[in-house]
């Protein structure tokens, strides 16, 4: 069939530029229950959805004896069938150590490995393999790059992955390498209520507070940000990681028993028998959305009992649990010196949020119908793509962030002493001195810590590490100046230095929690097949970026101090320019790294001149920006 | 003669050159300070000007809120390493070093207490570590152990409530006078005042731990 005519829509321009070959940045929702890719173009974000319209892949992974992993749906059904090979929600378990996962032993689905060399992040033993939770979601993460890369046809390597608000800097430094395992560059990690205000264009309304009311099946979030100018702020968050829709369920699951028990008589119930009874509590569930009231059979010891529930009796089961989510609202609006009056806007996420009362304790609470039109499902994805585009493409919205927990380091008798405080905005980087307590000590711990409480045993430790070397001196008269740098993405690094000697000790706090250098390059070198192309295109990619800065450099000085060349030195530059251009369209290393050398070899006699000649002109009084460049003639060379 | 104007010059030159960096990037001339080279608009590294310089403001106590907010949003949306996210790494890390520098002094001019310990370390007064010259005030010290001792026997939050109402007002109260003092350059009265709205914030801090203690 003919084409009739093709009309370009404004931005359609743009939108095909992006389409030519180059790789695309991608959003992932990476959930605890369920994940989620989406991709934005010419501010339109779409989710990218599997074959049956379904835009969400659970979070399941099923490992097979040779090794390669099934993920999604086949795997969640694979669950019952061979639990020793499936593993579900290691979100959880995200930068945890063996330590933090005691207190959940028991309501994890899966075998938890006791050690690991280093006393760092949990293993888990599945399909007699031992794996670290970073690989796992690595394997999440490849299965949405995949997902995306059949649906848009081309190469997917960069994306802004989700992260919860309270996320410490182990677990955002363990998603950040399961994006890297997976062939994904992050461009950055955006926290989950930040993205769900993006998906509403919240960035692009008037100033003001706005609440994420954030209800899945397992946990509870809520998060406070400040919006101004299009700059996003998380001001406060609070919430509960054990409540959720799953607790609906399970009051309806009891309701359901306990009419069963009514009328037959109590029996003891076996694990199916529970199981079968949640699932139905759930259905009950989601059809009380829509319906007033409705009847199921539920079968217990092989016969069939008829159980019914309507909606008043469904929203006086879980009335408790939706209380409880208030009142952590409140106390977050607390937290931050707010009334639920000053937000001017809810924003509704997670599956649970469907649930009518639900809806209508929040709008009790903050006075106002919440924004619920984006699938609650899918709404952090959506906003991931929106951000990923912006990042790559630009945009006028700019997410700060802030710390959402203290940093600090164990100080003489397990005390803490905080450096950064919660809540600080990132980038962000604070300096303290401390000094020896013992006459002669020559070397000093340093135990980095997270938390808001007192003492260090109550604090997550995010990394030990000591500095050596201290001259002897009397306690008290060391200066060790203890640096905390936290960068954009809300990851630390701690350098301590002693700073009448100048003995320097840096950590990127990773190793405790995270996996080492070595490691990582090693799973990286089994996980992809072309680990050495890769690298070293990625490495040619970096010189070629950094050879067309040059270049620009050169011509930006070329044009606002031409006159300081005469027209041999002008032709020489210009040759050395041409030849770097040449070598970037190449595709040889070592030729463009030569180039540039020659590059600049040639242009350092000119580069002096433009010194000179702005500092003649400071002295002068002038502005270096407004250099008088007529009145100026060629500085001669001593 | 003619050496000693050459050695003039070559001071003078030198004071100049203070003033003026190098642009990592082209090589060029760049006033310190400058975010941005004027020549090919690299990143460049945050340098040593100080808080209110940084947000292009003039040194003093008296600072407007929401002209602050405008200077530090319209800055970070030039300086944020999220501008700088498909650029080299040099250039993302100096973005990050400026965003961190901006933050600073951001949050440091936002807050009346951190800004008068600022201005007060830039005329060059030292500023005494938190608490330990309350004991060089008698009167103040008087006070702070009356208002501990009303807040320890404060048995109802409606009481801790009132204290932290009359607290407030006195922060308020203090910020003027801090704000009179630095405009009459009177650094002694403005470290007093400084002092004493350290330990007024801090009182602040303690009535909302003791009425989290009071509602169990
Ligand atoms: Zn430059």
Known sequence: MPELLQILEPGESQKQEREDGRPLAVGIDLGTTNSVVAVSSGGAPRVLRGDDGNGLVPSVV????????????????????????????????????????????????????????????????????????VEISADILRSMKDRAEQQLGRAVDKAVVTVPAYFDDAARTATKDAARLAGLEVLRLVNEPTAAALAYGLDQQAEGLYAIYDLGGG?????????????????????DSALGGDDFDHAVAQHFLGQRAAARGRTALSVAEVKAALMMARVAKECLSSQADGDWMLEVGGTMTRVDLDRATFERLIDPYVARTIAICQGVLDDAGVLPEDVKGVVLVGGSTRVPLVRRRVQEFFGRPPLANINPDEVVAVGASLQAEALT????????????????????????????????????????????????????????????????????????????GIPPMTAGAARIRVTFAVDAD??????????????????????????????????????????????????????????TRNCNAVAGALQADGELLDAAERAAIEQAVAAVQAAVAGSDRDAIAAAVEELE?????????????????????????????????????E | ????????????????????????????????????????????????????????????????????????????????????????????????????????????LKDPLRRADCLLKLSGQDVVAEGCNLVNDPELLMEA???????????????????????????????????????????AAAGRLTTRLKYLQKLVDETRVRKLQLRG
């Open chain 2, 145 to 187: 152990m009356e208002r501990r001792e009303a807040l320890a026997e404060a048995g109802s939050t409606v009481e801790v409530d009132a204290i932290t109402r009359a607290t407030r007002a006195d922060v308020a109260a203090c910020v003027g006078g801090l704000a009179a003092a630095f405009s009459a350059g009177d650094l």
């Open chain 1, 219 to 239: 946990t509870f979030d809520i998060s406070l940000l400040r919006m101004e100018k299009g700059v996003f702020q998380v001001r406060a968050t609070g919430g």
């Open chain 2, 1 to 108: 003669m003619q050496a000693q104007t050459r050695q003039a010059d070559r001071t003078a030159a030198q004071a100049a050159g203070t003033m003026v960096t190098r642009c990592w990037s082209c090589r060029g001339p760049v006033a310190e300070g400058a975010p941005f080279c004027p020549t090919c608009a690299a990143v460049q590294p945050p340098g040593q000007a100080d808080h209110f310089a940084r947000l292009g403001l003039p040194r003093g106590f008296g600072v407007d809120a929401a002209d602050l907010d405008r200077r530090y949003f319209a800055l970070q949306r030039q300086l944020h390493p999220d501008r700088f996210a498909t650029r080299s790494a040099h250039e993302r890390a100096l973005s990050q070093q400026q965003a961190t520098a901006l933050n600073d002094a951001y949050e440091t």
């Open chain 1, 490 to 547: 809300g990851l630390l690094t701690v350098g301590a230095r002693e700073t009448t000697t100048g003995v320097e000790q840096q950590v990127a706090v990773k190793p405790s929690y995270g996996l080492d250098e070595d490691e990582m390059s090693r799973m990286l070198y089994e996980s992809m097949r072309h680990a050495k192309e890769d690298m070293a295109l990625r490495v040619l990619t970096e010189a070629r970026v950094e050879a």
């Open chain 1, 601 to 637: 070899r040639v242009t350092r006699p000119f580069a002096e001149r433009r010194m000179d000649r702005g500092i003649r002109a400071a002295l002068r009084g002038v502005s270096v920006e407004s250099l008088d460049r007529q009145g100026d003639k060629p500085a001669s060379e």
């Open chain 1, 393 to 468: 493409a630009g945009s006028d919205t700019l997410l700060l962030d802030v710390t959402p927990l203290s940093l600090g380091l164990e100080t003489m008798g397990g005390l803490v002493e905080r450096i950064i405080e919660r809540n600080t905005p990132i980038p962000v980087a604070k300096a303290q001195e401390f000094t020896t307590f013992q006459d002669g000590q020559s070397a000093m711990a340093i135990h980095v810590l997270q938390g808001e409480r007192e003492m260090a045993d109550q604090c997550r430790s995010l990394a030990r590490f000591e500095l050596h």
């Open chain 1, 62 to 133: 099923a490992y097979a004896p040779d090794g390669s992993a099934l993920v999604g749906e086949l795997a969640r059904q694979l669950l019952l069938e061979r639990p020793e090979a499936v593993v579900s929600s290691v979100k959880r378990l995200m930068g945890r150590g063996v330590a933090d996962v005691k207190s959940l032993e028991g309501t994890l689905p899966f075998e938890v490995e006791e050690d690991s060399a280093t006393g760092g992040m949990v293993r888990l033993r599945v399909a007699g393999r031992t794996l670290s939770p």
